[in-house]
């Protein structure tokens, strides 16, 4: 499973690519709302240039035209931006529009497996189940996951899962096993990936005993 980043901080970005674990990066408004000083597109262009994968940019219009035309601008941006379009009616008839046009689409907002497999069948090259909210709606957010992978899986579709709004480790070895293509997580989760207390003392007691020869 490939790790994507969900955020449109710079610094984070460059931190975890670094690490050479980075694939990917999604934005959304509410992501883009944290950041100052900066535009949208300026911004997007700049995660594209500190990471080597897709970084998903995502639209605000409502109806199909602003849609295929805030797309069709994105798509401008750089070539490794996806077009993010919400799930919906008008949202499916523009990502069929566009990626027949060769745009890569990432349908966002997929709350179902039914979802799931129209965004699929629309011609989305990924689709993203919100895991965290569903189960914050008192659902099994990773149920969506794993129904959606048998489904592209059993049917051949080449949409990859794109697991999203993960909150914790846990969600993210839940996304795995599941068969998610790839998760997008908030820094936080990316940190907490890499922290385990026994590792921490295992450094320490190593540490220790190395000094123990260094001295001699
Ligand atoms: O980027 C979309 C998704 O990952 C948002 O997550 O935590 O706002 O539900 P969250």
Known sequence: MRLFLDTANIDEIRDVARMGVLAGVTTNP???AKESGISYRDRVIEICEAVNGPVSAE??????????????????WHPNVIVKI????????????????GIKINMTLIFSANQALLAALAGATYVSPFVGR??????????????SVAIFDRYNLPAQVLAAS?????HVIAAALAGSHIATLPYAVL?????????DTGIERFLADARKYASV
Not at 59 to 71: I, N, P, Y
Not at 88 to 93: R, T
Not at 166 to 170: K, L, P, W
Not at 191 to 199: R, S, V, W
């Open 30 to 32: 509410t992501l883009m």
């Open 59 to 76: 639209c605000t219009s409502r109806e199909v035209e602003g849609l295929l035309e805030e797309g069709r601008g994105i798509a401008t």
């Open 86 to 101: 919400p799930m919906d009616a008008n949202g499916l008839e523009a990502t069929s529009i566009l990626a027949g046009e």
């Open 134 to 147: 569903l189960d914050d709606a008192g659902h099994d957010g990773m149920e969506v996951v794993r129904q």
């Open 166 to 170: 993960i909150r914790s480790s846990t």
């Open 191 to 199: 940190q907490a990936m890499i922290k385990h207390p026994l590792t």
